[in-house]
């Protein structure tokens, strides 16, 4: 059964599968799937899969397995849901509790968001916290101040462990910068070796600095702490590979790096 209203003010629970066409709620509970052009003051809404079209205004909490928001709306309220995908100009100026966060078009959320994984297009956000993966999809925007990487940035810390009295230049694993993509790289590293009792143990920051010229690297290196024995190299297809001396009582040797970029 379809239910059709014209902006009348109800009192009741609904169950429905339809509600659509110039509608106005308040102060009711209901569980549907599909909500088009519809005005919802104090309205709780409970669903296993809610589609929103149109333009919508929802002052309540929204409750469902997965919500779908094709067109302009505004919410307005706590919403808990398993997923949200947002195809349609949208404003949350609620709380958003979700497992899966998909926003394509421009949404502002004015209140926090709490997803284990998201997808963001285009977004403006007063609070986001992200617990799990996140992919974001076109510009990211700080005060003002565009914050997008470079494609070849090492932004997250990477640790690997280096060997002892290494005499023939390895990779670093992960440790390279693609020659299609940079022109240039500053990396901040960190160096600690420890040895049996301590007696040995040596520590340092590296500082290194790369430009690729026509068809090769150059590479300039600096630092502070202990002399490590360690000799880093640049391969002509921007991967770092270093050689180490030989330090007695050697233990470990765990090396520590992120970068920033110049593109070509």
Do not use: H
């Given at each position: 059964?379809v239910?059709?209203?014209?902006?009348?003010?109800?009192?009741?629970?609904?169950?429905?599968?339809?509600?659509?066409g110039?509608a106005?709620?308040?102060?009711?509970?209901?569980?549907?799937?599909?909500?088009?052009?519809?005005?919802?003051?104090?309205?709780?809404?409970?669903?296993?899969?809610?589609?929103?079209?149109?333009?919508?205004?929802y002052i309540?909490?929204?409750t469902?397995?997965?919500?779908?928001?094709?067109g302009?709306s505004?919410?307005n309220?706590?919403v808990?849901?398993?997923s949200?995908n947002v195809t349609?100009?949208?404003?949350i100026?609620?709380?958003?509790?979700?497992?899966c966060?998909?926003?394509?078009?421009?949404a502002i959320?004015?209140?926090?968001?709490?997803?284990?994984?998201?997808?963001?297009?285009t977004?403006?956000t007063?609070?986001?916290?992200?617990?799990?993966?996140?992919?974001?999809q076109g510009?990211i925007?700080?005060?003002?101040?565009n914050?997008n990487?470079?494609?070849?940035?090492i932004l997250?810390?990477t640790?690997?462990?280096l060997a002892n009295?290494?005499n023939?230049?390895?990779d670093?694993?992960?440790?390279?910068?693609?020659?299609?993509?940079?022109?240039?790289f500053?990396?901040?590293?960190?160096?600690?070796?420890?040895?049996?009792?301590?007696?040995?143990d040596k520590?340092?920051?590296?500082t290194?600095?790369?430009?690729?010229?026509?068809?090769?690297?150059?590479?300039?290196k600096?630092?502070v702490?202990?002399?490590?024995?360690i000799?880093?190299?640049?391969?002509?297809?921007?991967?770092?590979?270093?050689?180490s001396?030989?330090?007695?009582?050697?233990?470990?040797n765990?090396?520590?790096?992120r970068a920033?970029?110049t593109n070509?």
């Amino acid at each position: 059964m379809v239910y059709y209203f014209s902006f009348l003010f109800i009192e009741w629970s609904l169950n429905m599968s339809v509600f659509y066409g110039n509608a106005a709620l308040k102060d009711s509970c209901i569980t549907s799937t599909t909500i088009q052009n519809s005005i919802l003051n104090n309205v709780n809404i409970t669903a296993n899969s809610l589609y929103v079209s149109d333009s919508n205004f929802y002052i309540g909490g929204i409750t469902t397995g997965s919500i779908f928001v094709t067109g302009p709306s505004i919410l307005n309220g706590y919403v808990t849901i398993g997923s949200i995908n947002v195809t349609g100009d949208s404003i949350i100026e609620g709380c958003l509790t979700v497992t899966c966060l998909n926003v394509i078009q421009e949404a502002i959320f004015e209140s926090g968001i709490t997803a284990n994984s998201s997808l963001f297009t285009t977004i403006s956000t007063g609070g986001l916290v992200v617990t799990g993966g996140t992919s974001l999809q076109g510009d990211i925007v700080f005060n003002g101040v565009n914050a997008n990487p470079n494609l070849g940035d090492i932004l997250e810390e990477t640790c690997v462990t280096l060997a002892n009295n290494q005499n023939i230049p390895v990779d670093i694993l992960g440790f390279n910068f693609q020659d299609t993509l940079v022109r240039s790289f500053k990396a901040e590293t960190s160096i600690s070796i420890r040895t049996s009792g301590g007696t040995n143990d040596k520590y340092a920051e590296y500082t290194l600095t790369g430009i690729q010229r026509n068809g090769d690297w150059c590479l300039n290196k600096r630092y502070v702490g202990d002399r490590t024995g360690i000799k880093f190299t640049i391969t002509s297809t921007g991967q770092i590979q270093y050689t180490s001396s030989n330090i007695s009582g050697f233990i470990e040797n765990k090396f520590c790096f992120r970068a920033t970029t110049t593109n070509k």
